[in-house]
């Protein structure tokens, strides 16, 4: 259950003209193995991750998220290849202020039929694994920046996505947690078997990934593989 970008090109307006955000993207991320995207900002990462997501749809080129070409989808098809194959973690944290934690991952399984006993225990067993065990009942006024941040890593696992996509997930923690959290999605990639994209500044944390991309401009350039 693999990603695919195929040729992506996608292009914003901007005054008269267009912006090329990406020119021409090919990437392929195999189930099991995390890719980091690195490069400066407003070089194309998050909107490499748009087009991945399938909430910007490109110009030209093609997008496969776990087998299924997404060019021919209609949008409610889109929304539910979202729901039930791809976790997304936002730059933003874009948490619900009157949800505690817990909550905040169950109502992503909402839709899912599963029985909420299950849907809470998951929930836990996820905040668990981002080290906010104890923090469950904690609304996001109360948690901080960082651990903002590990509440929406842990709800884009809630549904058991084949393709994990996020931005940025380690700028809002300090070094040691910064770490903890990649060795999360690192093992996370492994034992789930998911495709994973990883949007990072922090270049001290790429020895944790499979391969390492540049974006430079909208173009994609793959750095040479470590020995
Ligand atoms: N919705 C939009 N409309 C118009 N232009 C946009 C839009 N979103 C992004 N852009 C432009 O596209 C280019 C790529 O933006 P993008 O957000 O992908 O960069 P980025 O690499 O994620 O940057 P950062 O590291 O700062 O988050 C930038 O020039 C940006 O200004
Ligand atoms: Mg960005």
């Known amino acids: 259950m693999s990603l695919v970008l195929d040729s992506v090109t996608l292009t914003y307006p901007d005054g ?59 949008p409610a098809d889109k929304a539910r290849l979202r729901r039930e194959h791809i976790g997304i973690v936002f730059q933003q944290p874009n948490l619900l202020p009157s949800l505690n934690a817990a ?23 996820l905040l668990d694994a981002v080290g906010l065990a104890d923090q469950a009942h904690r609304r996001p006024h109360q948690l901080s920046g960082g651990q903002r941040q590990r509440v929406n890593i842990a709800r884009a696992l809630m549904n058991e996505p084949s393709v994990l996509l996020v931005d940025e997930p380690t700028s809002a923690l300090d070094h040691e947690r910064g770490a903890a959290v990649m060795d999360l999605l690192a093992s996370l990639t492994v034992e789930r078997g998911t495709a994973t994209v990883l949007v990072t500044h922090d270049r001290t944390h790429l020895a944790r990934t499979d391969r390492t991309v540049t974006v430079q401009d909208g173009r994609l350039t793959a750095e040479p593989v470590r020995a």
């Open 16 to 74: 008269d003209g267009r912006l090329t955000a990406l020119d021409a993207v090919s990437l392929d991320v195999p189930a099991g193995t995390l890719t980091a995207v690195v490069g400066p900002s407003g070089s194309g990462k998050s909107s490499l991750l748009a087009v991945a997501a399938t909430l910007v749809t490109p110009d030209r080129g093609r997008v496969a998220v776990a087998g299924t070409d997404t060019a021919a989808l209609s």
């Open 103 to 125: 909550e905040q991952l169950q109502v992503m399984a909402h839709l899912s039929g599963r029985p909420p006993k299950a849907v809470r225990g998951r929930a836990l067993e």
